[in-house]
């Protein structure tokens, strides 16, 4: 129900600082603010410790800066090895991500406090709410809006993530994003042997077994042919 996932949604952790530790490359998108470590071993190793600038770009001394924009961290692995095989030659490059810059993003809507927020930049929408002054009874759950600086939008359902752990459902942050969780419009109430009978917000083009699901399903005693 809206009023135990509200539960669990602040006890995850009210002193959360950062997701989990390992990343996906392919996802996180770097920005100003990252710090990465480069190995460059030959004859002799090279080693750097550099941050990407406030323009997106990492500068390494005699190779020069290295446009990491809209990159994501995979990406970003890949522009730096071409750039550093471009002035070293037959050199074995080692690139890691040792620190994470910090993200400001907007929490409006349905909530208790509606302001910005500074979280770590491998920080998920979990991890918002659980560092927010916290949501209402009323707050719409499954239908989280979610506008990057690119200005889509994107809808959200965290109950999915609650109640299954449906990764995609928990998305990561960027900067300048705003978050708003709108205000319950429609319930559906699922009562009998399910579960976590209760009310849920409605979702347009979701069926009765959809609903079931998400209420955890039947029980062994629960008929299936009524």
Not at 167 to 178: A, C, F, H
């Amino acid at each position: 129900t809206i009023a135990n996932l509200t539960d669990t949604a602040y006890n995850y952790n009210s002193n959360l600082t950062a997701t989990e530790g390992n990343i996906d490359p392919a996802e996180y998108i770097v920005g100003p603010g990252d710090k990465l470590f480069i190995s460059i071993g030959g004859i002799q190793e090279i080693a750097f410790n550099l941050n990407i600038n406030q323009e997106g770009f990492l500068y390494i001394p005699k190779v020069g800066g290295v446009d990491l924009r809209n990159t994501s961290l995979k990406a970003s692995k890949e522009k730096i090895t071409n750039a550093i095989n471009k002035y070293y030659k037959n050199v074995e490059i080692f690139i890691s991500l040792t620190d994470f810059r910090k993200i400001k993003v907007n929490l409006l809507g349905d909530v208790k406090k509606p302001s910005s927020y500074i979280l770590p930049g491998n920080a998920r929408l979990m991890d918002l709410i659980a560092n927010s002054s916290g949501l209402n009874s009323t707050s719409n759950y499954r239908n989280i809006k979610i506008i990057s600086k690119d200005n889509e939008p994107r809808i959200y359902d965290l109950v999915r993530f609650l109640r299954f752990g449906e990764r995609t459902s928990n998305p990561m942050l960027g900067e300048g994003d705003i978050i708003i969780i709108d205000k319950v419009d429609r319930l559906v109430f699922i009562s009998g042997l399910v579960k976590y009978p209760g009310s849920y917000e409605y979702k347009a083009d979701e069926s009765a077994g959809d609903l079931i699901n998400l209420s955890g399903g039947l029980l062994d005693n629960a008929r299936k042919d009524t």
